[in-house]
């Protein structure tokens, strides 16, 4: 079975920057198209951004576009969600996730089948 492990979340102020790390072990990720995803208190889980199995197509949520890069290392079997110009809005719980081999990648949460146990980023004003 596919695991994934989240890490380098954390409280930053308004502006800065964080970068997360989500290492897979089990399976090579190397198939997998994959994504980060994010839920706030009392708010839905929503898509932040996603990386084909290959790496060479990118999708991002309207609200991180510009400000966040998903990237991904497939002979080291991670992926990294860089952020940037962070704002209280981005606080929540980050997921990495991924999705059947060989998927286009998505930011609908119903399409991957492994998540990672979640890293909580805060923001603060």
């Known amino acids: 079975q596919l695991r994934l492990v989240e890490s380098g979340g954390g409280l930053v102020q308004a502006g800065g920057s964080l970068r997360l790390s989500c290492v897979a072990s089990?399976?090579?990720?190397?198939?997998?198209?994959l994504g980060w995803f994010r839920q706030a208190p009392g708010k839905e889980r929503e898509g932040v951004a996603s990386i084909s199995y290959h790496g060479l197509d990118t999708w991002y949520g309207d609200s991180v576009k510009g400000r966040f890069t998903i990237e991904r290392d497939n002979a080291k079997n991670m992926v990294y969600l860089q952020m940037n110009d962070l704002q209280p809005a981005d606080t929540g719980v980050y997921y990495c996730?991924?999705?059947?081999?060989?998927?286009?990648?998505?930011?609908?949460?119903?399409?991957?089948?492994?998540w990672g146990q979640g890293t909580q980023v805060t923001v603060s004003s």
């Open positions: 089990g399976y090579s990720l190397d198939v997998y198209s």
């Open positions: 996730a991924s999705k059947p081999a060989y998927g286009l990648g998505s930011l609908n949460e119903y399409e991957y089948h492994y």
